[in-house]
């Protein structure tokens, strides 16, 4: 069993241009996150799905746009990038009984 | 909101014991979970407290008191594969994770 797939690894993107992050997860999750990972800072949640078909905004929402059309998906979009937005991406999925999360391997996004 | 504190580094000595401990102030509790993560890789799971008390799972044990807001992770017997960080983080009331800035811990042999 693959769990959550993240895609791509690691990103160099130019200030302004878009890009998608992929996220697959074949667990069955309902519920899935995209969190960004800064030195220091720790995770910060950025969007969230509580089941496909909603979503909603976590603490640094700014400058990302998320969609879920299914279950397993859960694509992170940078409509129009910018240098603050270079860090490491991870997403998750969580077990609706125990809550745990489980995490993606992340990508690492640099924006120049 | 959620305000979650952890040391930022620690360093131990192959086979000792160490101690990260965690406190927070949440608007809502509904569980602590620690993590791992190794340099370069996600976060895995743990543990999970959700009552007061300890919870021992091999060389790690993870304890919690809510009345006090702390929590503490214990790794026992440590090994170099213990070198990593170690991720505090509260479980809202609407199940969201918000997590501290994470424990460096550095195995020496």
């Known amino acids: 069993t693959a769990g959550i797939t993240q895609a791509p690894t690691s990103q160099i993107l130019a200030a302004g241009r878009s890009m998608t992050l992929r996220c697959t997860q074949d667990?069955?999750?309902?519920?899935m996150y995209w969190y960004r990972q800064d030195l220091g800072l720790g995770l910060r949640l950025i969007h969230y799905s509580n089941t496909a078909g909603t979503t909603g905004k976590g603490e640094v929402p700014d400058g990302y746009s998320v969609s879920r059309a299914n279950t397993d998906d859960f694509p992170l979009t940078l409509a129009s990038a910018v240098p603050s937005q270079t860090s490491v991406y991870f997403c998750a999925s969580s077990d609706s009984e125990t809550h745990e999360q489980f995490f993606g391997p992340g990508t690492r996004l640099t924006v120049l | 909101g959620q305000n979650i504190d952890q040391p930022t580094e620690m360093t131990a000595t192959e086979g000792a014991i160490v101690q990260i401990n965690c406190t927070y102030q949440?608007?809502?509790?509904?569980?602590l979970f620690w993590y791992q993560q190794h340099a370069g890789e996600a976060p895995t799971f743990l543990s999970y407290?959700?009552?007061?008390g300890l919870e021992e799972k091999g060389r790690f044990s993870s304890f919690l008191s809510r009345s006090k807001g702390y929590s503490y992770l214990l790794l026992k017997e440590l090994q170099m594969k213990d070198s990593a960080s170690y991720l505090c983080a509260v479980l809202s009331n609407d199940y969201k994770l918000s997590f501290g800035a994470g424990t460096t811990v550095t195995v020496r042999a």
């Open positions: 667990m069955r999750h309902n519920a």
């Open positions: 407290n959700v009552l007061d």
């Open positions: 949440t608007s809502g509790f509904n569980g």
